[in-house]
């Protein structure tokens, strides 16, 4: 029996309002949880005041481009692993070589990306002198 229109409609609008619930949620519990300040700057030095704890040394850091990289190398491959458990996990037995060949492209081409990567010095961490600001 298929469900109709107005079934549909709200599987769907329950479906949306779940969704924006679970976007809230962590929004209202921090909010609920956190601390309340009634001051955001620390009286006897001037600076801002982050979770109760004093700041040490300067907040503005500068972080190289290599960090960066290096970041969305990590993130390309953590997708890629949500990817290949799922597909190693649905393919069929009968064709279980086609499948295994097809993983097995996939993984080749992942790793020509990592080499591409390397040859390119993402990897190379070079450390750079900076001077305080003043």
């Given at each position: 029996?298929?469900?109709?229109?107005?079934?549909?409609?709200?599987?769907?609008?329950t479906f949306?309002?779940?969704?924006?619930a679970?976007?809230?949620?962590?929004f209202?519990?921090?909010?609920?949880?956190?601390?309340?300040?009634t001051?955001?700057?620390?009286?006897?030095?001037?600076?801002?005041?982050?979770?109760?704890?004093?700041p040490?040394?300067?907040?503005?850091i500068?972080?190289?481009?290599?960090?960066?990289?290096?970041?969305?190398?990590?993130?390309?491959?953590?997708?890629?692993?949500?990817y290949?458990v799922?597909?190693?996990?649905?393919?069929?037995?009968?064709?279980?070589w086609?499948?295994?060949y097809?993983?097995?492209?996939?993984v080749?081409?992942?790793?020509?990306v990592?080499?591409y990567?390397?040859?390119?010095?993402?990897f190379t961490?070079?450390r750079?002198?900076t001077?305080?600001a003043?």
């Amino acid at each position: 029996m298929k469900p109709d229109f107005a079934t549909e409609v709200v599987y769907l609008f329950t479906f949306c309002l779940g969704g924006l619930a679970f976007a809230a949620i962590p929004f209202v519990i921090v909010r609920l949880l956190s601390a309340r300040h009634t001051r955001n700057v620390d009286e006897r030095t001037g600076q801002a005041i982050e979770c109760g704890i004093e700041p040490i040394g300067d907040a503005w850091i500068r972080y190289s481009a290599v960090y960066y990289l290096y970041a969305l190398v990590f993130v390309a491959f953590a997708v890629d692993v949500l990817y290949l458990v799922p597909v190693a996990l649905v393919y069929d037995r009968h064709f279980a070589w086609r499948d295994f060949y097809e993983l097995l492209l996939f993984v080749a081409i992942l790793s020509l990306v990592i080499v591409y990567a390397w040859k390119k010095g993402v990897f190379t961490w070079k450390r750079q002198k900076t001077t305080p600001a003043s």
